[in-house]
């Protein structure tokens, strides 16, 4: 007979947890870890080979960790955060109660429901296809609800598999690349140069007004663009929509379009892509109520993908996504999509409007204060963001300097990309007081 039976020793149980083993008159003691590993063993499987490519941690949880590392360097520190792109301000209260008296009739038979649509509530499609599409010919059968633009990103890739080649703005944000990466659609790591293999890095700063020259730009069966650009904040202008276009067109390349950042354009910048002629033929567009309506954490976005898009062969780009979405997707929460009906509501779109002014004043008042200083600022007029260049200086040791002096987090420029170094991107994303009084502590150290 074998009887085991664990026992603990000083020392605590890493290090003195045994079993003893009972054979007759004798007992035998062995470490309980030796044990386990008998019977535990390695996959016998390898590791994607593209996420061994991905040089760096995510970049918005690399700056989180070292604002936790301030923390625990300056206990006492009242840091503000003008980094990641989280919004501040409550919802209104119009769009929270809705989501509110859904979610309490959810506990009576009569209000309970269960899976919806995998395309989403089809009242909700019909209202953004009406509302944030009018005279654009959007049908509500082309809008599929989700949990939020960056997880659409992600289903695009996977539609559209590994065998692509893709084209970013540089700056831009990050996901398109490293979602790129993780799906095979890019060769290695460039030692040196920051960039991938197999991605076209098409320059948007300063000197070319934040857009690419297409006519030094290879084809490729993939454009990623974001407008109002995340980081820079430039809104590209109808003219600049239509060389897009019409470059996709003469290439046979598909647009994805970031339109995240739309309800924060002041001037005339197209809101959509399909304000152009001829999107419908080469266009995905990809938004969010995210940063209009403070749903950071409540998740719910939206992806347009036309009926006229069509693979090489003619098969409907349209069918392939729908299912995508059936397989990997099972509809956003009810209850977000409630929510957003009532933001898209006249009622809704008003209260939301009065929060995004807090954050376009805020972005005013960050781009004038960097301004004042004689810096060169962008952006901050059509976004939340304000683009501040620091020549020479490596992005990385600005927001050093700036955490470390100020105790304001920003974000480093080159975590957008290769185009990004020697640049910060500082959000808007704050009270106005917090802002107010960053700006007071950034021109003690930068005036």
């Avoid at 897009?244 to 910048?269: F, K, W």
């Avoid at 990997?328 to 209850?335: E, K, P, R």
Wanted: glycine content about 10%; proline content about 5%.
């Amino acid at each position: 007979l074998v009887v085991f039976r664990p026992i603990h020793l000083r020392g605590g149980p890493s290090c003195c947890m045994r079993s003893q083993i009972k054979m007759g008159n004798s007992i035998i003691c062995y470490p309980l870890y030796s044990m386990l590993a008998c019977a535990v063993s390695q996959l016998k499987l390898s590791r994607n080979a593209n996420m061994e490519k991905l040089r760096n941690g995510y970049l918005f949880p690399e700056i989180g960790m070292r604002q936790q590392e301030h923390l625990e360097k300056y206990p006492d520190a009242k840091i503000i955060s003008l980094g990641i792109g989280d919004t501040t301000e409550p919802i209104p209260n119009i769009i929270t109660s809705a989501m509110a008296e859904y979610s309490h009739a959810l506990s009576t038979r009569e209000g309970y429901r269960g899976y919806g649509a995998e395309q989403g509530n089809k009242t909700l499609r019909k209202t953004i296809a009406a509302t944030m599409y009018p005279d654009m010919g959007i049908e509500d059968t082309e809008v599929f609800i989700s949990d939020g633009a960056q997880c659409d990103i992600s289903r695009v890739q996977l539609l559209l598999g590994s065998d692509v080649t893709i084209a970013v703005q540089d700056p831009t944000f990050p996901a398109y690349v490293d979602s790129g990466i993780i799906m095979g659609q890019t060769g290695d790591y460039v030692a040196g140069s920051s960039k991938y293999g197999g991605i076209e890095y098409m320059k948007c700063g300063p000197e070319n007004l934040f857009f690419p020259d297409f006519s030094r730009i290879p084809r490729t069966d993939v454009i990623f663009f974001c407008s109002p650009n995340n980081p820079t904040g430039h809104a590209a202008s109808r003219e600049q929509l239509l060389q897009l276009v019409e470059t996709a067109h003469r290439n046979g390349s598909l647009i994805v379009y970031d339109s995240a950042y739309a309800a924060y354009i002041s001037d005339d910048s197209p809101r959509s892509i399909y304000e152009i002629p001829g999107a419908r033929e080469v266009a995905i567009e990809i938004s969010s109520f995210s940063k209009s309506a403070g749903f950071t954490g409540v998740r719910l976005g939206w992806t347009v993908v036309p009926h006229e898009l069509s693979y090489s062969d003619g098969f409907p780009v349209h069918k392939d996504f729908d299912r995508i979405i059936c397989t990997c997707f099972n509809g956003a929460s009810s209850i977000a999509q409630i929510g957003g009906l009532a933001c898209l509501s006249e009622e809704g779109r008003k209260a939301m409007s009065k929060v995004i002014d807090v954050y376009k004043q805020n972005a005013r008042t960050l781009a004038e204060t960097f301004g004042s200083m004689g810096l060169e600022a962008y952006g901050g007029s059509n976004s939340p963001y304000v683009w501040v260049r620091f020549p020479g200086r490596r992005s990385w040791d600005v927001f050093t300097e700036i955490l470390e002096k100020t105790h304001v987090i920003t974000v480093p420029g080159c975590g957008f990309g290769p185009g990004g170094e020697g640049f910060i991107r500082v959000s808007s994303f704050n009270s106005e007081e917090c802002v107010r009084e960053a700006c007071h502590r950034l021109r003690w150290l930068l005036g």
